[in-house]
């Protein structure tokens, strides 16, 4: 089974700051993996889907790269609605996968 | 508008039975792949179960291979899951998710529902 693991747990940074999320996982993912947002007592929404392809209706100011076993969520700039935690989750190997969440809180 | 409406949650004995139903409006439920989603409290996702439209094949987490069953019923637009032999561990906020592909099970998700609390506690 493929372990996704995400880093760092937690990342403080002021709106309008670029955010930089790492993904790595312990065997090559070709480009399948996906990107999720999930704020405090919501379901997750799908960001970006291939590494690299934003899902529809995302902002272009996330944007998603790596293939292999590293991969990277970068926000552009921070919106106050982008404090939340990040999940990137394979579909490479069955069964589907997720990491353990990058937590983005406000500085 | 795409809308997954989950329920059947609840408290449960461990050892116990439930079963999650989710209610689907807004698009042709029979031409997409579904699976479950559950995430413990105050922890990560974790990927459940599938059902694939195209061949009907389910497919199962190997936590909850043996205890859990996926179904669903087009003609009534609704997914399912029936869960036996309910252990502390299965406690969680269950999802249903909307496969991105259409019938077939490819594993990314891009639309739930707000998810269904099952907790399993004496």
């Known amino acids: 089974e493929i372990v996704l693991t995400q880093s760092p747990a937690t990342l403080s940074l002021s709106p309008g700051e670029r955010g930089t999320l790492s993904c790595r996982a312990s065997?090559?993912?070709?480009?399948?993996l996906a990107w999720y947002q999930q704020k405090p007592g919501q379901a997750p929404r799908l960001l970006i889907y291939d590494a690299s392809n934003r899902a529809p209706g995302i902002p272009a100011r996330f944007s998603g790269s790596g293939s292999g076993t590293d991969f990277t969520l970068t926000i552009s700039s921070l919106e106050p609605e982008d404090f939340a935690v990040y999940y990137c989750q394979q579909r490479s190997n069955w069964p589907p996968g997720f990491g353990g969440g990058t937590k983005v809180e406000i500085k | 508008e795409v809308q997954l409406l989950e329920s059947g949650g609840g408290l449960v004995q461990p050892g116990g039975s439930l079963r999650l139903s989710c209610a689907a409006s807004?698009?042709?439920?029979?031409?997409?792949?579904m699976s479950w989603v559950r995430q413990a409290p105050g922890k990560g996702l974790e990927w459940v179960s599938g059902?694939?439209?195209?061949?009907?094949?389910?497919y199962y987490a190997d936590s909850v291979k043996g205890r859990f069953t996926i179904s669903r019923d087009n003609s009534k637009n609704t997914l399912y899951l029936q869960m036996n032999s309910l252990r502390a561990e299965d406690t969680a906020v269950y999802y249903c998710a909307r496969d991105t592909s259409g019938s077939y099970l490819r594993g990314y998700f891009d639309y739930w529902g707000q998810g269904t609390l099952v907790t399993v506690s004496s």
């Open positions: 059902f694939s439209n195209s061949d009907g094949r389910t």
């Open positions: 065997q090559s993912v070709s480009s399948y």
């Open positions: 807004g698009f042709t439920f029979s031409s997409y792949a």
